[in-house]
């Protein structure tokens, strides 16, 4: 019958909707540091970052310096960022694209999806663990990933047990905003006696703003530096931005 058809038909479609996504930990998984370029306007310590930045341009000049995956903010009040511009940049490069934003509702997991995400960022902090364990679930069903965000030792103990594929080691203090880079040291010897693919990939995130740090977190061991201020700030981010990943050619292994 042609409805069995066409329903089998539409059954195949709602199946690639939620086709695992790998994007983003393949990309962070290469050999080297990873860098995951970051596009926001704003931030509530730094105030206004770059408030006429073109997304596309910022865009074109990530990949045109060798970006492994980009970060964008859609949080509007306190970021300057939106939906409109994930949208926007979805349609304008194959990079693995992270939506970075305060989820606290399934239905922004939702909205994760539909704006192209492949990824999202779940902080620790924020949520609890009941929270972060059911909404990685649903990121998770989706076929989308998650970076899970910790920033103390006790929420990356809290964490560990949801077995994250990607964990975000946030450098700042999310109490007074001070940047601490030893924050990843700290953390990352926590996970030592982790091995092989029981270790998540680890993604250094804030206060990474010169070629001197991505090389001493590199020896440390992390997969990627996610960097945004440098990069927004800079005159020439395709150059930074080789320079990062230049940096980070002796990572750990």
Do not use: C
Not at 213 to 219: F, H, I, P, Q, S
């Amino acid at each position: 019958m042609i409805l069995d058809r066409m329903v089998a038909n539409k059954h195949r479609e709602v199946e690639e909707l939620v086709t695992p996504r790998t994007g983003l930990s393949d990309a962070v998984r290469k050999k080297g540091l990873s860098v995951i370029g970051e596009i926001k306007r704003a931030s509530p310590s730094k105030g206004i970052i770059n408030g006429r930045v073109d997304p596309r341009a910022q865009l074109r000049l990530y990949e045109e310096g060798g970006a492994d995956a980009v970060s964008i903010l859609t949080d509007r009040v306190f970021f300057g960022g939106s939906g409109e511009d994930f949208r926007l940049l979805r349609g304008n490069t194959s990079l693995p694209l992270l939506r970075k934003d305060f989820i606290l509702a399934e239905i922004q997991v939702y909205e994760s999806l539909f704006l192209g995400a492949d990824a999202l960022l779940l902080i620790a902090a924020v949520l609890g663990k009941a929270r972060l364990k059911a909404l990685l679930k649903l990121t998770r069903t989706l076929g989308l990933e998650a970076i899970v965000e910790v920033h103390t030792e006790e929420e990356l103990e809290s964490v560990l047990d949801l077995e994250p594929t990607l964990l975000g080691i946030n450098n700042r203090n999310l109490d007074d905003f001070s940047v601490d880079l030893r924050t990843t040291e700290r953390l990352l010897n926590r996970l030592t006696p982790l091995a092989g693919a029981h270790r998540p990939l680890v993604i250094s995130e804030s206060g990474v703003t010169s070629e001197a740090d991505a090389a001493w977190l590199a020896g440390l061991g992390v997969d990627a530096v996610l960097v945004g201020e440098a990069l927004m700030r800079s005159e020439n981010p395709a150059a930074s931005l080789r320079a990062f990943k230049r940096a980070g050619r002796g990572r750990a292994a």
